[in-house]
């Protein structure tokens, strides 16, 4: 694929990702070492320059969160790698984890230097036992090797909660407890595991480490959208020819990822939809296919990157329907801590299947959007603060639909 630009994805078919030689033999470990002679404000400072912002999703400058951990004064500090990837269409942190296990390693082995930890945990979703197994055997490789010093690293599975991928209800898992959102502040790189300075990125952002420590931020920062350098990495569901993944610069357009490198809708079927970054993304019309996938120039438009998700729909979908079996997922998800959330996104399934049921009214419409507002700026965590947006963009874009089956 031309258009395609691999710096996560970059070993990927080329080594053995149980061979550990096989990662070194082309370059791997090269930018640990490297990192460990650069002072920690430097690197931090290097990575900061780069531009890398987060890829779970929230888009947060790594390089700043990285210097919050190590501005914290502690005499014990976490890296936890968030592997949870529950959002229903991803698989990008699987292929990197399967197929280049110690990009990641190295990614959190230089960040543990950045800020001073010795401890790494990688926090990956129950359904990939096997992934664990890839992960424990590159682990216990990099340890044999004496790559990664006093840094050791420990897997953690999950077990099947979409919510325990929110950070703060993540490092509750961890810590043995129910896996609910913690009220913030303090954030994670204040107090975070065991109330300990912690780092918490995403597998794609640890990827990225390596080459930026080894190319230099300045070669990062300049590819892509200058607000989001470097590439993203996505993963194609839905109507589309091509159900599969690529790793594209982030100015690079929804268009072109759907037409050039998707292949375009099966069939005579036209484009109805697309929605991005997992279940909790918005709607998106054709109008607005030209938008880069660069986080700002996507929020602009009242959407998310998120994950990365790429869900097609043809105009022989029922947004309806699709967007009732969402706001089912959501109230099955939420974890119940917080009143906004449970009650909302309980109420917001009811009012779906309700209008789904053909006996909507136009009351009902207006209840979703003031419920979804509501639900917006009062939830907890980003699960019920996002948990509207479906509901809401297609209320916007896709009113057709809803009118449609009202009484
Ligand atoms: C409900 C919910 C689910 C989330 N799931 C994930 C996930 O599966 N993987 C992930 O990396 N981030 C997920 N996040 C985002 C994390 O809270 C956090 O922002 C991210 O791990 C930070 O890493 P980054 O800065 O490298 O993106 C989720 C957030 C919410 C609110």
């Not at 991803?90 to 230097?113: F, H, V, W």
């Not at 897997?155 to 919510?163: E, F």
């Not at 109507?239 to 037409?259: A, G, L, Q, S």
């Amino acid at each position: 694929m031309a258009e395609e630009l691999r710096i996560v994805l970059r070993n990927y078919g080329k080594i053995d990702p149980l061979n550990i030689d096989s990662y070194i033999a082309l370059g791997g470990y090269k930018a640990l070492e490297k990192a460990r002679g650069m002072d920690q404000k430097g690197l931090i400072e290097e990575i900061k320059q780069s531009g890398l912002r987060g890829r779970g999703g929230a888009g947060f400058n790594c390089g700043q969160k990285w210097q919050f951990a190590y501005m914290a004064p502690a005499e014990q500090k976490y890296v936890v790698c968030n592997a949870d990837e529950g959002e229903p269409g991803t698989y990008k942190d699987r292929l990197i984890m399967q197929n280049d296990p110690q990009s990641l390693i190295e990614g959190m082995a230089i960040c543990g230097y950045a800020i001073g930890a010795n401890q790494g945990y990688i926090y990956c979703r129950g359904e990939y036992p096997y992934v664990v197994e890839v992960l424990n055997q590159a682990i216990a490789q990099a340890k044999d090797k004496g790559v990664l010093g006093d840094f050791d690293i420990e897997v953690r599975m999950g077990a099947g909660a979409y919510v325990c991928g929110e950070e703060t209800a993540l490092i509750e898992s961890i810590e043995g407890k129910r896996g609910e959102p913690r009220f913030k502040p303090p954030f994670p790189p204040a107090q975070g595991l065991w109330q300990k300075p912690t780092i918490v990125n995403n597998v794609e952002t640890f990827a990225n480490i390596p080459v930026i420590v080894d190319k230099g931020a300045e070669w990062f920062a300049a590819i892509g959208a200058p607000a989001y350098p470097g590439t993203k990495v996505f993963t194609l569901t839905g109507d589309i020819n091509n159900k599969t993944f690529f790793e594209v610069p982030t100015n690079t357009t929804i268009r072109e990822i759907i037409y050039k490198l998707g292949g375009g809708i099966p069939g005579d079927r036209k484009f109805k939809a697309v929605q991005i970054g997992g279940t909790s993304g918005a709607f998106i019309p054709e109008a607005q296919l030209d938008t880069p996938v660069a986080f700002d120039a996507m929020a602009a438009i009242g959407a998310t990157l998120g994950s990365g998700a790429v869900f097609v729909l043809d105009d022989s979908r029922d947004i309806v329907d699709v967007v009732t079996r969402i706001a089912g997922f959501f109230e099955h998800e939420s974890c119940g801590k917080c009143a906004p959330c449970r009650e909302g996104t309980m109420r917001t399934a009811a009012l779906m299947e309700k209008i789904e049921a053909g006996e909507g009214a136009n009351d009902d419409i207006a209840l979703l959007e003031k419920l979804g507002r509501v639900m917006s700026y009062s939830c907890l965590c980003g699960l019920g603060q996002a948990a509207p947006t479906p509901v809401l963009s297609t209320i916007k874009h896709f009113k057709a639909d809803y009118n449609a089956k009202l009484l």
